[in-house]
DNA sequence: GCCAACGTTGGC
DNA sequence: GCCAACGTTGGC
């Protein structure tokens, strides 16, 4: 099993509303990013554990943990001309995008902020990308020592 | 709203 | 294959 973090705004697709489908599956769609899309569909695997966090927020930071229901399949919303993400490139018999499904597990505790988590950028946190300067990944690997001590961070 | 950082595109 | 232009991300 693996860790990894993904990144969501409140405002479009937020923590409540994966809570608010309680034990069934959200399709995590509309990923255009070579790089996030390659860990999704060739590292991911059912029973993956997620921090999820939200971005694009005041104050950013991880609210939440999800999982990984559904092992990577192509996005079909990249197909739909009339879709946000549609991407002409892609289509059925080629497919350019993959998605997963998760499922929701819990709200932490409170929320860990991106600030909070920049306070060990030089410590437990040092190979994190999301404390690194110009991160822009929507999804990346969290290292299992670094799951630890973000959850640690949440307190009791 | 600003803007730094970064990925993608496309001309050459 | 280089690289300038452009678009997007996302913190602040």
């Not at 939440?64 to 559904?70: D, F, H, K, L, T």
């Not at 932490?108 to 902020?113: A, C, F, S, V």
Request: aromatic content about 10%; charged content about 25%; overall charge negative.
């Amino acid at each position: 099993m693996r860790y990894w973090l993904m990144k969501s705004e409140p405002d479009a697709f937020g923590i409540d509303d994966l809570a608010a489908r309680p034990g069934q599956t959200e399709p995590w769609d509309g990923v255009r990013n070579y790089q996030a899309r390659n860990m999704m569909r060739d590292d991911m695997q059912p029973g993956d554990q997620i921090l999820f966090y939200h971005s694009n927020c005041n104050p950013p930071g991880i609210v939440g943990i999800a999982e990984v229901a559904r092992a990577a399949y192509p996005d079909h919303t990249a197909f739909d001309p009339d879709a946000k993400y549609h991407d002409p490139k892609s289509d059925p018999a080629n497919p350019r995008w993959y998605m997963v499904d998760v499922r929701y597990v819990r709200h932490l505790r409170r929320q860990i902020t991106l600030a909070e988590l920049k306070a060990h950028a030089d410590g437990a946190l040092q190979d994190f990308p999301l404390v690194r300067r110009g991160n822009r990944l929507s999804i990346m690997p969290v290292e299992p020592a670094q799951w630890d001590f973000i959850l640690g961070l949440e307190g009791p």
